[in-house]
């Protein structure tokens, strides 16, 4: 009985109806011939809610399965998938109510569908997670309601369902082609001019039309008669890593997710090219101190250990300390490796305080700095003034614009590479940066 109650709801219409029985009876105090017919209505409805409950209560009624991936993917959207069989023999109406994890702060799903007796249907949408970590959904919650539209009853299924939200390997996957295609040519990617070639001899092969003329091995084309080209490849294990900034410079967000989210993605998709192109990969993180520290490695199993430590990777966003990271990367790493540094700045002195440390990595290393655009400070350079306000936080922000532009170039004039990228395009550039430098043999 009392899961009886608990389960029953009464629809807007009964309400409706309700209330305007009660309105026939009070105009019936006025004509009495009124009364008799407001008395056989209320028996009508009675009967009406009666057979409607009735309906709803026989047997088992609705079964539903939510139905979750083994993980979510962060700043993606992920399926979820909700199998339904209805038991009734007539045709009812759904309404879906998901209870969602708290950390998309949503209260208000609802989702509508029909569905005919005896028969099974699945129905999907999709969650946008913008934190890594583990997400917890609550009951998946049906109502469901007959023709009439009286009553409803709850069904209610699979409470305290666990998913957790890993860094982006949607992401990684989209931009898997890069490492099978050389040519880069698809839309949204830059091709890359080859400077020369890397010394790293293939084999000989017979030239055909399109060859770099300056590889042709003139003692093979003596001996077989036939033009021969030195035929060279990309250098392979080569040292690469992925330095994560896990300070406060990382927190701000930008479409709600942090730019250390957006660090962490990247890192992984770069990652799994670097592995495909049969370079080593490692990545570390550090603030105040360096944690995760991940060596160098070409096995295929190493980037599921960097997958694994990059979701779990945690901080307090405290002040960086790049003195710490340079002594660690000079006892742990002492092989001339290429590394990816994510960091940002914001003005020019914070790159002034930094400078001496990124020199003495460069000394060493191949070190290219990821730093970040600020987009809202350039959709309100682009916005049109209406004030002397408005001008002068314009002003302010194209200095901070110019700042960033000053930061890149400074960089350059003291041999670091430098990438500065919107935080959507970071993943794309840092990929391109990376093939560059191979097709460049910088490194």
């Known amino acids: 009985m009392i899961g009886f109650i608990k389960n029953t709801y009464f629809t807007t219409r009964f309400f409706y109806v309700f209330f305007g029985l009660g309105i026939i009876f009070f105009a019936s105090f006025w004509w009495n011939f009124i009364y008799a017919f407001a008395w056989i209505l209320v028996l009508i409805f009675t009967l009406l809610v009666l057979a409607d409950f009735t309906a709803l209560f026989t047997g088992k009624g609705i079964l539903a399965e939510r ?247 945690d901080t307090r966003f405290l002040d960086s300390d790049l003195g710490l990271l340079y002594a660690h990367l000079r006892k742990k790493i002492t092989r001339r490796s290429l590394i990816f540094l994510y960091t940002n700045f914001e003005h020019i002195n914070s790159l002034n305080r930094q400078l001496p440390y990124l020199k003495a990595i460069a000394k060493k290393h191949l070190l290219v700095v990821v730093f970040f655009k600020n987009t809202e400070l350039e959709k309100l350079i682009r916005k049109e003034a209406e004030g002397i306000s408005e001008i002068y936080d314009q002003t302010i922000a194209r200095e901070f614009e110019n700042d960033k532009h000053e930061i890149q170039l400074k960089l350059h004039k003291n041999g670091i590479q430098a990438i500065l990228t919107t935080p959507q395009n970071l993943t794309i550039n840092t990929i391109n940066k990376y093939l560059e430098l191979k097709s460049r043999g910088l490194l």
Do not use: C
């Open 67 to 313: 139905i979750l991936p083994e993980k979510f993917s962060n700043s993606d959207e992920n399926p979820v998938n909700i199998s339904i069989l209805s038991e009734y023999i007539f045709q009812t109406k759904l309404e879906i109510i998901e209870e969602l994890p708290i950390q998309f702060q949503k209260r208000d799903f609802l989702k509508t569908i029909f569905i005919s007796g005896k028969e099974k249907t699945k129905t999907r949408y999709f969650l946008k997670p913008v934190e890594r970590g583990e997400y917890i959904f609550g009951k998946l919650n049906i109502y469901a309601s007959t023709k009439l539209r009286l009553a409803k009853r709850r069904f209610s299924f699979q409470d305290q369902q666990k998913v957790k939200v890993y860094p982006s390997f949607i992401q990684m996957r989209k931009y898997d082609f890069l490492a099978i295609d050389n040519r880069i040519s698809q839309i949204g990617l830059k091709k890359i001019r080859r400077i020369g070639h890397t010394m790293e001899f293939e084999q000989i092969k017979e030239y055909v039309s399109g060859d770099d003329i300056r590889t042709i091995n003139w003692k093979a084309t003596a001996k077989r008669g036939d033009l021969m080209v030195n035929q060279f490849q990309d250098e392979k294990s080569q040292p690469v890593y992925s330095i994560i900034n896990t300070g406060r410079v990382m927190k701000m967000p930008f479409e709600n997710l942090k730019l250390l989210d957006y660090a962490i993605n990247s890192a992984l998709a770069f990652s799994n090219i670097a592995l495909k192109k049969n370079d080593k990969v490692g990545m570390l993180t550090y603030a105040n101190k360096v944690e995760n520290f991940l060596p160098a490695k070409n096995r295929k199993t190493h980037l599921n250990l960097i997958l694994e430590t990059l979701y779990n990777i």
